[in-house]
């Protein structure tokens, strides 16, 4: 299996503020990474595929970078809706395993 | 539009089965292969495997191989998670999935609303 870790677990930020969350796959992946939003109480909404694609409809302060084993997520000028928890999933194998989370708090 | 309607919350005692279902509308159940992923409260997302719901096939996460089964009633447009013996640490929200791909890459693009399984005695 493919090990995927985010860094930081948690972050505090404000509204206005650019924030860069960062996953690393225990294996290369190529660009098979995908990054996905979620909020209290919801499922998850699909943000950025193959590394840095924008999936339809996500506002353009999403962006994510990366390929092999590093990938990073950023939000430019932070919303107040963009407070959730963020989450990494490789696509690259079976199983498709998820970083551990990065809760974006106030 | 597509939507994936996962059954009612279910609480069970230690050992039994418990089986959620996933009713798709809005797309052809057979087109796109659906995966299940669980939460359990305050932790991360869990990936626990995937169906095909034209051929059947599966592919579970070594973890659930051996207890988890997901069928499909192509039929009803229903898909089937279904857990048997059950213990506390399965507690938790199960999602159906929708696979897809964006672009050409693989991703997963819809999601059930969540089903609570609680395992107390």
């Known amino acids: 299996d493919i090990q995927m870790t985010q860094s930081p677990s948690s972050l505090s930020a404000s509204v206005g503020d650019r924030v860069t969350i960062t996953c690393r796959a225990g294996?290369?992946?190529?660009?098979?990474l995908n990054w996905y939003q979620q909020k209290p109480g919801k499922a998850p909404r699909l943000l950025i595929y193959a590394a840095s694609g924008l999936q339809s409809g996500v506002p353009s302060r999403f962006s994510g970078s990366g390929s092999g084993t590093y990938f990073t997520l950023t939000i430019n000028n932070l919303q107040p809706e963009d407070f959730a928890t963020y989450y990494c999933q490789q696509s690259y194998s079976f199983p498709r395993t998820f970083g551990q989370g990065t809760k974006v708090e106030i | 539009q597509v939507e994936l309607v996962q059954s009612g919350a279910e609480v069970k005692k230690p050992g039994a089965s418990v089986k959620v279902s996933c009713k798709a509308s809005?797309?052809?159940?057979?087109?796109?292969?659906i995966n299940w992923v669980r939460q359990a409260t305050g932790q991360g997302l869990e990936w626990m495997g995937w169906?095909?719901?034209?051929?059947?096939?599966?592919g579970y996460a070594q973890k659930f191989q051996g207890r988890v089964t997901m069928t499909r009633n192509s039929s009803t447009t229903t898909a089937y998670l279904e857990i048997s013996s059950l213990r506390s640490e399965d507690t938790a929200v199960y999602y159906c999935?929708?696979?897809?791909?964006?672009?050409?890459?693989?991703?997963?693009?819809?999601w059930g609303q969540g089903t609570l399984v609680t395992v107390s005695s």
């Open positions: 809005g797309y052809s159940l057979t087109s796109h292969d």
């Open positions: 999935a929708r696979a897809g791909y964006s672009s050409g890459w693989p991703v997963i693009e819809y």
């Open positions: 294996h290369t992946i190529s660009t098979y």
């Open positions: 169906m095909n719901p034209n051929s059947g096939n599966t």
